[in-house]
């Protein structure tokens, strides 16, 4: 049985159990509550649930994207990625409900200087009037690579997305905000946080993808991938996500994958094809509309 899954229907019932409807910017209702945390060791397998098929090409993409920096849609798009079809950098396309200005979003290529992978790999204000301010910024990656390598003790390897002075160029600003890399003895920890949660469609993706990134940071710097830890803020149901989940949590659970990596050597120089899951079983996958 997969533990992940386990966890997955703990939270369910949690916040099915403390929350209350909310209304939001989308006009879709949710029940949400506050504060809970997934946690999932990955001595037990990866964390790929098994009630609902893993899209998990898209997670790898996504993922390899955010390494490399990407600001492009069309990059995720030619990969196979649809995850940011519906967004775009709100200065070139101001965010709107209306649908024919989410037609425009839609078209429009460039996600802007703030979503995770530019955070990641080159944290600037994109305000800033000096020249080519771009070149200035800091790779927080790069930097968490260097201390796992020379100070793994450090309790200092983090990295945000957050980047308040740049909110009004993010095609959505981030949902999952920043995560911590720590060291315990041979075992390499990664916590995540997100302020927004949309539990049915967007939680499963997350929960793989920083596992995904913990198996390759754990390659990089020789440490033993442990413990994986998700701490949510706002954690919600969107209403047209009920029968869905009511589905989901009523099915069985399969045990759970491996993760294997052909040909590493480096996070930098990855490519989503590299990586596997390895005897991964599930039942068939669950539609749902995202709320844009």
Not at 161 to 171: D, F, I
């Amino acid at each position: 049985m997969s533990k992940a899954d386990a966890e997955y229907k703990r939270i369910y019932r949690q916040i099915m159990r403390e929350g209350a409807w909310k209304d939001n910017r989308t006009g879709v209702r949710t029940i949400a509550t506050t504060g809970l945390t997934f946690t999932h060791f990955m001595e037990d397998g990866f964390p790929a649930l098994t009630t609902k098929k893993l899209f998990y090409k898209a997670v790898k993409v996504e993922l390899e994207g955010f390494i490399k920096g990407i600001t492009s849609k069309k990059w995720f798009q030619d990969r196979g990625c649809r995850i940011w079809n519906e967004w775009c950098n709100p200065q070139k396309v101001p965010y709107s409900t209306d649908p024919e200005v989410q037609k425009q979003m839609a078209a429009e290529d460039d996600l802007g200087p703030c979503i995770y992978g530019a955070a990641w790999r080159n944290f600037h204000d994109p305000n800033a009037c000096y020249p080519d301010a771009k070149n200035y910024g800091i790779d927080q990656l790069k930097g968490i690579v260097d201390a796992l390598k020379t100070n793994p003790n450090d309790r200092r390897m983090i990295c945000m997305a957050w980047n308040p002075a740049g909110l009004k160029h993010a095609a959505l600003p981030p949902c999952h905000f920043g995560f911590q890399v720590v060291v315990v003895g041979n075992r390499l920890d990664l916590i995540w946080s997100q302020r927004s949660a949309d539990f049915f469609l967007g939680v499963p993706f997350n929960i793989a993808s920083y596992a995904t990134l913990l198996h390759l940071l754990s390659l990089e710097s020789g440490f033993k991938a442990g413990k994986l830890t998700g701490n949510f803020g706002d954690i919600h149901i969107y209403e047209n996500h009920m029968d869905a989940l009511d589905e989901q949590n009523s099915r069985s659970m399969f045990a759970a994958p491996k993760i294997n990596t052909e040909d590493f050597t480096s996070i930098f120089n990855w490519e989503a094809g590299q990586t596997k899951l390895v005897d991964y079983n599930s039942h068939s996958a669950i539609k749902g509309t995202v709320a844009v």
